[in-house]
């Protein structure tokens, strides 16, 4: 195999989110849906900085890589999508919280859906970074 299609670490990404409004434009707009993934994709590969291969060697236009990457490669750049997917819901919670002030949102978010997604978001990229020191020793770098 010399390429890999995004729709693999799409499918990683997937199986690690549970987003209802993702899913649903995947059995309604799938063209729209490759859209969204693609965005958080694109977002993550610059974070991948442990990365031995040229990860700017692909085709957006066909949702795929022209290199081969392997399982760990897949894996870390899922991983890095889902803080990619958590940021926006972090930017739009922190206007909220910001706008009302802190004792009208803790009355109205008694979950505190933002300190919840941030701790959330920090944990995935401990993870990526995990994912990335070990994969950055396997290769020998």
Known sequence: MTSTSYSDIFGLFLDKVNDYY???QLENNPVFADEILLGYLRSAIPKFTYSTKNLSNREDALFQFNICLSDME??????LMIAEHLSPKI???D????????????????ANQLKQLLE???GIIDEANLLMI???YRQGV
């Open 91 to 93: 930017i739009s919670e």
């Open 95 to 110: 206007y909220v919280y910001n706008k009302i002030g802190s004792k009208d949102y803790n009355q109205h978010s008694p």
């Open 134 to 136: 070990e994969y950055y």
């Open 120 to 122: 959330l978001r920090k």
């Open 22 to 24: 993702i899913k649903n």
């Open 74 to 79: 897949k894996e870390i750049l899922a991983t």
